[in-house]
Every structure is written in structure tokens, then in C-alpha cells.
């Protein structure tokens, strides 16, 4: 089965969108709405589901895909606020915590430098804590 990427970002109005860009291939769109990154991404897979029984139904093709969530940087770092401090991130990446802030309040938007340099931080401590074994 195909995996296609689903974007999710905050708006200005300070709600979230999850759609899949046109590079997916697919002969159809879906796109979600909510308040949170979860309600968007839930109405996102409610969407899905719908266009796949209508399918169904109309004895119509239906391309099934699996999904692979992705943020903006804005949109990451709000979904995990109550997780990851702008301190812990900063030590972590590299990033001052004033940028990573401008960051979700739209002042600045990141390069494209600077969001590699936080996702790859993410998943080396991401990889660290997989093989972390306690005692």
C-alpha cells in the first residue's frame, strides 16, 4: 500500500488544516479542519473514510493509502508545547528559545536550513530514547 504525506499547519486564525500535497499522485484530495493538530488530523482520517465507502457504495476505484503525519515547524512545536519546553528545545537544537518563539507567534518562519537542523535534532535524541533502557 502507498504511504502519502499529510501536511498539518496552524493558521493565522490559530486553527489547523491537514491536507496532502499535490506530489502525492492520487487521483483525489482530502483535507481535514479543527482547533487542535488532533482535530484536524482526525477530521482529516473521518474525510478519508467517508470518500472510501462513497467509493465503495458507487462501485467506484478506490486508491487506499497509509498516512505520514507531518508539521510545520509553527504547528510542531505548539502540538508538543505541553511537552518539549522552548528551553529544553533550544539546548537541543541549537535554536534560541526567543526564535523558536517567533516561530509560533509568525514573526519569523524558519529556513529551510534551520528546520533541518531541528528535525535532525529531533531524531537523534528521537533514536537515543528508543534504545534507552532503564534500570
Do not use: C, W
Not at 499529510?6 to 506530489?23: C, N, Q, S
Request: hydrophobic share 35%.
Amino acid at each position: 500500500m502507498k504511504t502519502v504525506r499529510v501536511l498539518i499547519e496552524r493558521g493565522k486564525d490559530g486553527t489547523y488544516g491537514a491536507y496532502m500535497p499535490d506530489d502525492n499522485n492520487l487521483s483525489y484530495g482530502v483535507i481535514g479542519e479543527g482547533n487542535s493538530a488532533e482535530e484536524a488530523k482526525q477530521d482529516f482520517i473521518g474525510v478519508y473514510e467517508a470518500m472510501k465507502k462513497a467509493a465503495e457504495e458507487n462501485n467506484e476505484q478506490f486508491e487506499e493509502v497509509e498516512f505520514n503525519f507531518a508539521f510545520d515547524v509553527p504547528s510542531f512545536l505548539l502540538y508538543y508545547s505541553d511537552i518539549l519546553s522552548y528551553k529544553g528545545l533550544s539546548k537541543l537544537t541549537g535554536v534560541s528559545a526567543a526564535q523558536l518563539s517567533q516561530y509560533i507567534s509568525g514573526y519569523r518562519v524558519p529556513s529551510h536550513k534551520t528546520t533541518e537542523k531541528i528535525q535532525n535534532a529531533l531524531h537523534t535524541i528521537g533514536n537515543e530514547l528508543s534504545r534507552l533502557q532503564l534500570v
